[in-house]
């Protein structure tokens, strides 16, 4: 729980269950009440991070909001949206992430491993 009694941990979604993503994330798409008390309108939801995602300090609970991949921004809309960007990349190329946090946003830089 947060400091405002809300939860930022999602129950497991269907599409949060399973396998890590190229990244080494389990992601979740937010529920309507989880939007809401997020203030979000887009994105997803660590569910877990390993590999890459830790080294670059991401966290469970963080929000992916966007990316921006060979210089173009995207909105995240769903993990299945997303898991498919990192599909469609090469290894070793850049990624960054607008990252929401605690309320507040950053940006985060990774690259592709495998």
Same mark, same amino acid.
């Given at each position: 729980?947060?400091?405002?009694?809300? #939860?930022?941990? /999602?129950? &497991?979604? /269907? &599409?949060?269950?399973?396998?890590?993503?190229?990244?080494? @994330? +389990? !992601? #979740?798409? /937010? #529920?309507?009440?989880?939007?809401?008390?997020?203030?979000?309108?887009?994105?997803?939801?660590?569910?877990?991070a390993?590999?890459?995602?830790?080294?670059?300090? @991401?966290? /469970?609970?963080?929000?992916? !909001?966007?990316?921006? *991949? &060979?210089?173009?921004?995207?909105? +995240?809309?769903?993990v299945?949206?997303?898991?498919? !960007? !990192? *599909?469609?990349? &090469?290894?070793?190329?850049? $990624?960054?992430?607008?990252?929401?946090?605690?309320?507040?946003? #950053?940006?985060?830089? $990774?690259?592709?491993?495998?």
């Amino acid at each position: 729980m947060t400091e405002e009694g809300v #939860s930022r941990r /999602p129950a &497991a979604s /269907p &599409a949060s269950q399973g396998a890590a993503n190229r990244i080494g @994330l +389990v !992601l #979740s798409d /937010p #529920s309507v009440q989880q939007r809401r008390d997020l203030a979000i309108s887009q994105g997803v939801v660590v569910e877990q991070a390993r590999g890459a995602s830790i080294r670059a300090e @991401l966290r /469970p609970g963080d929000v992916i !909001l966007a990316t921006v *991949a &060979a210089g173009r921004p995207s909105p +995240v809309k769903s993990v299945t949206q997303f898991n498919d !960007l !990192l *599909a469609g990349m &090469a290894r070793g190329q850049a $990624l960054t992430l607008q990252v929401a946090r605690a309320g507040q946003a #950053s940006y985060v830089a $990774l690259r592709i491993e495998e």
